[in-house]
T-cell receptor
Framework: GAGVSQSPSNKVTEKGKDVELRCDPI?????LYWYRQSLGQGLEFLIY????????KSGLPSDRFSAERTGGSVSTLTIQRTQQEDSAVYLC???????????FGDGTRLSIL | GNSVTQMEGPVTLSEEAFLTINCTYT??????LFWYVQYPGEGLQLLLK?????DKGSNKGFEATYRKETTSFHLEKGSVQVSDSAVYFC?????????????FGQGTRLTINP
């Protein structure tokens, strides 16, 4: 069956622009996670959605970062006024429930010029 | 806070060699421990896991044992193959919130030469 799908696979943008990254989780998975993989910081947790509960935003690095999950399925991670340190691979993962193993997408490679 | 420290790479071995990648952790409570693998050009995949002390996770010939006394979860394989070349990540989740918010180590790049 289909895995976690992320788009775009690559995004290059100028400093100061806003970007939106999309994640389509595996159908029926109620838990969705965003992580960031960067050279300086490794793999870091950003945000977690579980069903209709309020998201856990404890990993978001600044208020320029936000995410939403519409209808309990597709999620969008938005970065406003991008900075060069935002350059990274942004990974999305989903799981059937919050305490079960996560399935990762291939990521979006974001480059800020 | 919680953290994971793993053996720095890169690691280069010959085919059929014995592999150990060290991983130690710092956590409050009783975390679950994981090894994830990222093959070239592919996404992260769960390799194995252990959820309590003395549990052994195993998959594809790899093993790791949850050692609470030494706060370690070292990855081992008795005879590596070229196809095992990948980046390996040790990770934990604290099981405190019902979610698996993973905390990852820095990753170890493994190259197996024929």
């Amino acid at each position: 069956g289909a895995g976690v799908s992320q788009s775009p696979s690559n995004k290059v943008t100028e400093k100061g622009k806003d970007v939106e990254l999309r994640c389509d989780p595996i159908s029926g998975h109620t838990a969705l996670y965003w992580y960031r993989q960067s050279l300086g910081q490794g793999l870091e947790f950003l945000i977690y959605f579980q069903g209709n509960s309020a998201p856990d935003k404890s990993g978001l690095p600044s208020d320029r970062f936000s995410a939403e999950r519409t209808g309990g399925s597709v999620s969008t991670l938005t970065i406003q006024r991008t900075q060069q340190e935002d350059s990274a691979v942004y990974l999305c993962a989903s799981s059937p429930q919050g305490d079960q193993p996560q399935h990762f997408g291939d990521g979006t490679r974001l480059s800020i010029l | 806070g919680n953290s994971v420290t793993q053996m720095e790479g890169p690691v280069t071995l010959s085919e059929e060699a014995f592999l150990t990648i060290n991983c130690t952790y710092t956590a409050t409570g009783y975390p679950s421990l994981f090894w994830y693998v990222q093959y070239p050009g592919e996404g992260l995949q769960l390799l194995l896991k252990a959820t309590k002390a003395d549990d052994k996770g195993s998959n594809k010939g790899f093993e790791a044992t949850y050692r609470k006394e030494t706060t370690s979860f070292h990855l081992e394989k008795g005879s590596v193959q070229v196809s095992d070349s990948a980046v390996y990540f040790c990770a934990l989740s604290d099981n405190m919130s019902g979610a698996q918010k993973l905390v990852f180590g820095q990753g170890t790049r493994l190259t197996i030469n024929p």
